[in-house]
Nanobody
Framework: QVQLVESGGGLVQAGGALRLSCVAS????????MGWFRQAPGKERDFVAA????????RYADSVKGRFTVSKDNAKNTVYLQMNSLKPEDTAVYYC??????????????????WGQGTQVTVSS
């Protein structure tokens, strides 16, 4: 069993920044992939970014490249999502998730095994 707890969401003006955190506890694996997804009201859940625990290799959605950065602190079992130059269209509930199956950094939510409860990010114009 794995527990994922996100934090760091909030209300910010367009152009501002936020840093989300996701603390993982329970079962861990150095080869696991940690992903960030988001879901806006009335829309499907979308991939945002992912990072592999051991190598630090990352992957981003085109919509956030150059603005968002995913990073990790293995000692703290924590993954971060630094979000800069935020736009109103970034407004969503942000979720972290873990994928234990060996493979690429998946953009498909269905491949992830455990999810956090989500944290709301609201960007005002």
């Amino acid at each position: 069993q794995v527990q994922l707890v996100e934090s760091g969401g909030g209300l910010v003006q367009a152009g501002g920044a936020l840093r989300l955190s996701c603390v993982a506890s329970g079962r861990t694996s150095n080869s696991a992939v940690m992903g960030w997804f988001r879901q806006a009201p009335g829309k499907e859940r979308d991939f945002v970014a992912a990072i592999r625990w051991n190598s630090g290799v990352t992957r981003y959605a085109d919509s956030v490249k150059g603005r968002f950065t995913v990073s990790k602190d293995n000692a703290k079992n924590t993954v971060y999502l630094q979000m800069n130059s935020l736009k109103p269209e970034d407004t969503a509930v942000y979720y972290c998730a873990v994928d234990f199956v060996l493979g690429g950094l998946s953009v498909l939510g269905g491949t992830y095994d455990y999810w956090g409860q989500g944290t709301q990010v609201t960007v005002s114009s």
